[in-house]
């Protein structure tokens, strides 16, 4: 059963920056892509950021420029740099991993941007 545990979830005033790590329990080349996600209260889960086995990546419009996925695959980590936040990014942040049409989630970690 793979495993995916985030961190680095906080509150953080408007501007500043956090960055969340996804510790999975295999090598992260076994996966088709892995991602981040959020959902606000009220919304759906959207797309923040992913990152394929072959290192392609892909942001939503909302955090391009602001927002660097990246992977450490000694660690089988992969990471979500963000940057100048603003109140709107305000959610809670899952990590996903995919393997074809299987996919696995991490219990998220919640990040609060407000002054």
């Known amino acids: 059963q793979v495993q995916l545990v985030e961190s680095g979830g906080g509150l953080v005033q408007p501007g500043g920056s956090l960055r969340l790590s996804c510790a999975a329990s295999e090598n992260i080349f076994n996966f088709n892509d892995m991602g981040w996600y959020r959902q606000a209260p009220g919304k759906q889960r959207e797309l923040v950021a992913t990152?394929?086995?072959?290192?392609?990546?892909n942001y939503a419009d909302s955090v391009k420029g602001r927002f660097t996925i990246s992977r450490e695959n000694a660690w089988n980590t992969v990471y979500l740099q963000m940057n100048n936040l603003k109140p709107e990014d305000t959610a809670d942040y899952y990590c996903?991993?995919?393997?074809?049409?299987?996919?696995?989630w991490g219990q998220g970690t919640h990040v609060a941007v407000s002054s």
């Open positions: 990152i394929n086995v072959g290192g392609r990546t």
């Open positions: 996903n991993a995919r393997i074809l049409t299987r996919a696995w």
